[in-house]
């Protein structure tokens, strides 16, 4: 009876793991060009499904509709992991140009209802130079013979900002050739900016893009943003760019024409950019501190009742979009009982293309010497608000702080780490002040090569081998 039962728990664990790898995808291309066929498959994997409910396919029309099924096996450290899949695939024909987003799919099954993510499709219109969209399909995906043509280009998100302001360069590559592989490449110094790059996949992949009325092959070599750091006009200089392409070469075969593949080299070069950067405007406030972007304070403090000698620890949290790794820290106005430290900056921040944003931490630790009541004043931050074109001014709030005396015989205390208080040590436990009493001080013996001394510890054992 025991082992039925273990056997039946059994079961219901790996019913219980197979439904939990039940889910519902799609997949398919981001862009097609306008007259185009492609297909969009909706797979379910784990599970048999009823009631498939489609989307409506705006600016596509649907060729047909068909299924399949598979189930694929494989061991890994002797487990073995069972998957089956049943797609449906949906042929579609690109009708309009524009951008169209699909709403999600829902199929039936053990019970449930899963759906998919929606899916976001790019129609681009035909080659301007081609006569048919059937011949746009095919130049764009580089398939004619003998196309080498590649260009690089340095695309600017913003062409005039502030100083400081930040701004999105994207080093494009475009090309209409069967493969492209990168030998040797300089991207752009970028000089007169600090620059924060953007972490891209390690596979470069290429996606379609219609640039001056013709479709090519698009992939991003390099993202970042850039901060001047100068006003006047900035040029972004050219990168310089080696590439192996690959082509085919028309030749005569034993059956007629063939295709043969080759490897041209090529060197291109980027465009040159400009980007005029104009000074913040007049009027700054004296607690102006650099910070462009938009930005949020916040404050906390370790204790407001104290003992003399006990460390405090005043928290200041800068969140938003901007250049937070290159502000400086609001100045703190503290009692002056109060021994003040160098403040621990910590900064996490992330950059996407649509800017940087993330946090900036600053602590400022402070000792209090004696009793009393104190008032720490509210800090006061101000910084460049690039969407309204003003500046803006941020304040904390006023911590009032109790400070008693503090324990009979304790004496100063002095940081070892300027984060919090249970890092203090104790002067007369740690380093001892200079001894002041008389004391009587011996000169070291020294051993100088002119002595004679020095040189008799050579000779004497010199002279008693040659004796020996």
Excluded at 186 to 204: A, H, K, M, R, Y
């Amino acid at each position: 009876m025991r082992r039925y039962l273990i056997m039946f728990g059994a079961l219901v664990c790996m019913a219980t793991l197979w439904a939990d790898n039940v889910r519902f995808a799609v997949d398919g291309p981001r862009q097609v060009i306008q007259g185009q066929q492609f297909q969009l498959e909706y797979t379910l994997y784990n599970a048999s499904g009823k009631d498939l409910r489609l989307p409506e396919f705006s600016g596509c029309k649907v060729l047909y509709q068909g299924t399949s099924s598979g189930t694929s096996v494989s061991v890994v450290n002797g487990n073995v992991d069972r998957q089956t899949t049943e797609t449906h695939v949906i042929t579609l024909r690109a009708e309009k140009e524009g951008s169209y987003t699909f709403a999600p799919a829902t199929i039936s099954a053990d019970g449930r209802t899963f759906s998919t993510n929606t899916w976001k499709l790019t129609i681009l219109p035909p080659d301007k130079t081609s006569s048919s969209a059937g011949g746009a399909s095919r130049q764009s995906m580089g398939e004619e013979a003998g196309n080498t043509e590649l260009f690089i280009r340095t695309v600017l998100s913003k062409t005039k900002v502030y100083e400081q302001e930040a701004l999105l360069a994207t080093i494009k590559l475009y090309t209409r050739a069967s493969g492209v592989q990168a030998e040797n490449y300089s991207f752009p110094s970028f000089e007169g900016f600090v620059v924060q790059d953007i972490d891209l996949p390690q596979n470069t992949s290429f996606e379609l893009e219609n640039y001056n009325g013709v479709n090519y092959k698009m992939a991003i070599l390099k993202q970042c943003l850039l901060f001047p750091q100068r006003t006047g006009k900035i040029t972004i200089n050219p990168g310089k760019f080696d590439f192996q392409v690959e082509t085919y070469q028309l030749v005569n075969g034993p059956f007629g024409p063939m295709r043969v593949p080759q490897g041209v080299s090529r060197s291109v070069s980027s465009n040159a950019a400009s980007v005029e950067v104009m000074p913040l405007p007049a009027g700054k406030p004296v607690s102006f501190m650099g910070g462009v972007g938009n930005f949020t304070l916040s404050s906390s403090i370790s204790s407001t009742h104290v003992k003399a000698n006990e460390a405090i620890t005043l928290k200041l949290i800068f969140k938003g979009s901007g250049n937070l790794k290159y502000m400086k820290n609001p100045d703190l106005k503290l009692p002056n009982d109060f021994d003040t430290y160098d403040p621990k900056v910590d900064v996490s921040v992330k950059a996407t293309t649509g800017g940087v944003s993330g946090t900036r931490t600053v602590e400022y630790t402070t000792i209090p010497r004696f009793a009393g009541k104190f008032k720490i004043p509210a800090v006061e931050f101000s910084y460049f608000d690039t969407k309204s074109k003003q500046y803006k001014t941020l304040h904390t709030e006023e911590y009032e702080i109790t400070v008693e005396k503090g324990a009979s015989g304790e004496g100063g205390k002095t940081v070892s780490n300027f984060s919090n208080k249970e890092d203090l040590k104790l002067l007369n436990r740690d380093i001892h002040y200079i001894k002041l009493n008389k004391m009587n001080l011996v000169q070291t013996p020294s051993i100088y090569v002119d002595n004679w001394k020095y040189w008799l510890w050579y000779i004497l054992p010199t002279l008693a081998f040659c004796i020996f």
